[in-house]
Nanobody, 114 residues
Framework: QVHLVESGGGLVQPGGSLRLSCAAS????????MRWYRQAPGKERELVAR????????NYADSVKGRFSISRDNTKNTVYLQMNSLKTDDTAVYYC???????WGQGTQVTVSS
């Protein structure tokens, strides 16, 4: 059974940093691309970043380019989202997603506030 568990969210001041983690199980992690999404209150869920199976290619939403970085450690079955220069607009629940299995994690709350 495919299972994704996010961690690392929290409260941070504007300009601060957080690193989110998503631990995967139930499939051959190194064979599949992974994505991070987020959903702010009252807004639709949006794609934040994605990474290919071995991490050679990444893509980002325009709103986070230059501030966020997606990476993965296939030895730990984990995908990461490093978030720097955080803004209040980055406040949302962040989810990891395995598209090939249409499976979401439970989400982790990120709140950017002074």
């Amino acid at each position: 059974q495919v299972h994704l568990v996010e961690s690392g969210g929290g409260l941070v001041q504007p300009g601060g940093s957080l690193r989110l983690s998503c631990a995967a199980s139930g499939f051959t992690f190194s064979s599949y691309a992974m994505r991070w999404y987020r959903q702010a209150p009252g807004k639709e869920r949006e794609l934040v970043a994605r990474i290919t199976s071995v991490g050679h290619s990444t893509n980002y939403a325009d709103s986070v380019k230059g501030r966020f970085s997606i990476s993965r450690d296939n030895t730990k079955n984990t995908v990461y989202l490093q978030m720097n220069s955080l803004k209040t607009d980055d406040t949302a629940v962040y989810y990891c997603y395995a598209a090939s299995f249409d499976t979401w994690g439970q989400g982790t709350q990120v709140t950017v506030s002074s």
